[in-house]
Nanobody, 127 residues
Framework: QLQLVESGGGLVQPGGSLLLSCAAS????????MGWFRQAPGKEREGVSY????????NYADSVKGRFTIARDNAKSTLYLQMNNLEPEDTAIYYC????????????????????WGQGTQVTVSS
């Protein structure tokens, strides 16, 4: 069974930080590009950040550049998203996703390109 489980969400004040984690089970992440997506009520799912299977290539949405950092530890089968200087507009359910790419540096950028998804973790930024 291939499974992704997010954790680390919660309630934080504007300007605060959260570290999201995504743990994989049933498969190794060595050959999977990974992405973080988020969806707020009434809005479409949007990509937040992406990372290639080796970790050598990353991509960020303009709205989070300079504030969020994506990282992965394939040995621990875990994907991370460090979120700093959080804003109310960051409030959403955050999902991690995986797509098989082998050893390619290709990074899918659209949500419908990813085959495996976690259950999501709620991030709420409010004062």
């Amino acid at each position: 069974q291939l499974q992704l489980v997010e954790s680390g969400g919660g309630l934080v004040q504007p300007g605060g930080s959260l570290l999201l984690s995504c743990a994989a089970s049933g498969f190794t992440l060595d050959y999977y590009a990974m992405g973080w997506f988020r969806q707020a009520p009434g809005k479409e799912r949007e990509g937040v950040s992406y990372i290639s299977s080796s970790g050598g290539s990353t991509n960020y949405a303009d709205s989070v550049k300079g504030r969020f950092t994506i990282a992965r530890d394939n040995a621990k089968s875990t994907l991370y998203l460090q979120m700093n200087n959080l804003e109310p507009e960051d409030t959403a359910i955050y999902y991690c996703a995986a797509e098989y790419t082998g050893s390619s540096w290709y990074v899918p950028l659209l949500w419908n390109e990813y085959d495996y998804w976690g259950q999501g973790t709620q991030v709420t930024v409010s004062s």
